[in-house]
Nanobody, 125 residues
Framework: QVQLVESGGGLVQAGGSLRLSCAASGRTFSSYAMGWFRQAPGKEREFVAAISWSGGSTYYADSVKGRFTISRGNAKNTVYLQMNSLKPEDTSIYYC??????????????????WGQGTQVTVSS
């Protein structure tokens, strides 16, 4: 059974930083791309960042480019999201994502095959 467990969310002031972690288990995740999405109240879930199975390629939404960094642990079953220069508009529930199908657009919700339960990030102004 696939399990994705996120941690690291919380309350932070604007301009601050948080580091999200996602620990994956239940299959060999080293072969799959992983990523992060977020969803604010009343809004659709949106793409934040993705990283290839090797960690050699990364992709970001324009809204977070230059502020957020996605990375994978050495065992490839953990993915991190370092979030710097946080803004109130970054407030959302952040979800870890796994892509098991190749050649799917990373920024498409329908490309994701496994989801974590989400972790709340709140940025105060």
């Amino acid at each position: 059974q696939v399990q994705l467990v996120e941690s690291g969310g919380g309350l932070v002031q604007a301009g601050g930083s948080l580091r999200l972690s996602c620990a994956a288990s239940g299959r060999t995740f080293s072969s799959y791309a992983m990523g992060w999405f977020r969803q604010a109240p009343g809004k659709e879930r949106e793409f934040v960042a993705a990283i290839s199975w090797s960690g050699g390629s990364t992709y970001y939404a324009d809204s977070v480019k230059g502020r957020f960094t996605i990375s994978r642990g050495n065992a490839k079953n953990t993915v991190y999201l370092q979030m710097n220069s946080l803004k109130p508009e970054d407030t959302s529930i952040y979800y870890c994502a796994v892509y098991t199908r190749a050649r799917r657009p990373y920024n498409d919700v329908s490309s994701v095959d496994d989801w974590g339960q989400g972790t709340q990030v709140t940025v105060s102004s």
